[in-house]
């Protein structure tokens, strides 16, 4: 278990910065990103990019000596693996701890929070791979997020454990394909019907109170938000797990004309409303509202599975953040 915490002060960003890159807003696909969950602008990207394929075909990655990596090692080795090349610009950075520390395990999460923290603890894991920030806003600006009492107890924690946290996102999303969405894909059990760089899928008919259901089921979520008719037929589904923004959700809804959208988070005067004034005007597309966290954490925990044969030796670790909220 945690013990107890004692305050501390200090900046929110800590440890080298890992390699540099460009900003998204709140867990959706980095600014410039194409709709089909392609690569951050600026990223030029190589590598294998065949449809359906898991994502990061690349040669495996040497480390200095057997089982035993730096944390700048396993950074290296993703990037490496994943046939990445550096983002100006991106969040991708240290967020705390050093990059030179040695590597007990590793917990990768869609969010650090508390108790994923102390999951890792519990582990023995000094190297939490997270999807989202650790601060509470996409960049982890320290000019206020680490001031407030919340930041600065959990930043005691982590250093008090020699927690080393590195954010993975603009380059999880900037794998072919997409590390996020595939992971979703293949957690639904629909990855017979994924191509990759394609966000609108072909299933077999079901109706959207059937589609619910299946998501519910299989990405193990207690509830969802939905806009549309229980009973209607739908086959081409979009997906936009995370916060892509409004922009996107609806250009996607406008050009590749789904039966239903599938996203992690809306803003609710944008694509919510959409879909109301749509369905009112004879546009029948349904909406399901699956929540952030739940609709990204699938491509975290795929991300543990593709890590552990390329890092012999080291325990990896899926913890889920989990929903944040309650319904009552």
């Not at 407030?148 to 005691?156: G, I, L, N, R, S």
């Not at 209607?232 to 892509?244: I, T």
């Amino acid at each position: 278990m945690i013990d107890a915490i004692a305050l501390a002060g200090g900046a929110a960003l800590a440890g080298g910065t890992a390699l540099a890159g460009g900003p998204a807003l709140g867990g959706a696909a980095p600014a410039g990103a194409a709709l089909s969950g392609a690569a951050p602008a600026g990223a030029a990207l190589s590598g294998a990019a065949l449809p359906g394929a898991a994502p990061g075909l690349a040669a495996p990655g040497q480390h200095t000596s057997a089982g035993k990596y730096t944390v700048q090692e396993i950074i290296d080795l993703i990037m490496r693996e994943g046939a990445l090349t550096p983002i100006e610009g991106t969040v991708d950075t240290m967020k705390a701890g050093r990059s030179d520390q040695a590597v007990t395990g590793i917990v990768t999460t869609m969010f650090a929070t508390i108790k994923v923290i102390g999951e890792a603890v519990e582990r023995n894991a000094n190297f939490i791979i997270a999807h989202e920030p650790l601060y509470y806003n996409h960049r982890d600006d320290a000019a206020w997020a680490s001031n407030t009492a919340v930041a600065k107890e959990k930043k005691a924690l982590i250093e008090k454990h020699g927690i080393a946290i590195w954010r993975f996102h603009d380059y999880c999303h900037a794998l072919k394909p997409d590390g996020i969405t595939y992971g979703l894909v293949k957690k639904a059990d629909w990855l017979s019907y994924y191509k990759a760089g394609d966000n609108v899928l072909t299933i077999p008919p079901l109706t959207l109170s059937e589609i619910v259901e299946h998501l519910k089921s299989s990405l193990g979520i207690a509830h969802v938000r939905v806009i549309g008719n229980p009973d209607q037929k739908c086959s081409r589904v979009g997906l936009l797990p995370g916060a892509w923004g409004g922009e996107k959700q609806i250009t996607l809804a406008d050009t590749g004309h789904p039966d239903v959208l599938i996203v992690g988070e809306v803003s609710e005067w944008e694509t919510a409303e959409y879909t109301r004034d749509g369905r009112l005007l004879n546009h029948d597309m349904g909406l399901i509202i699956l929540g952030h966290a739940v609709s990204e954490e699938p491509g975290m925990e795929w991300v543990a599975e593709w890590l552990k044969p390329k890092l012999p030796g080291i325990d990896i670790t899926h913890v889920p953040s989990g929903n944040p909220f309650m319904w009552m």
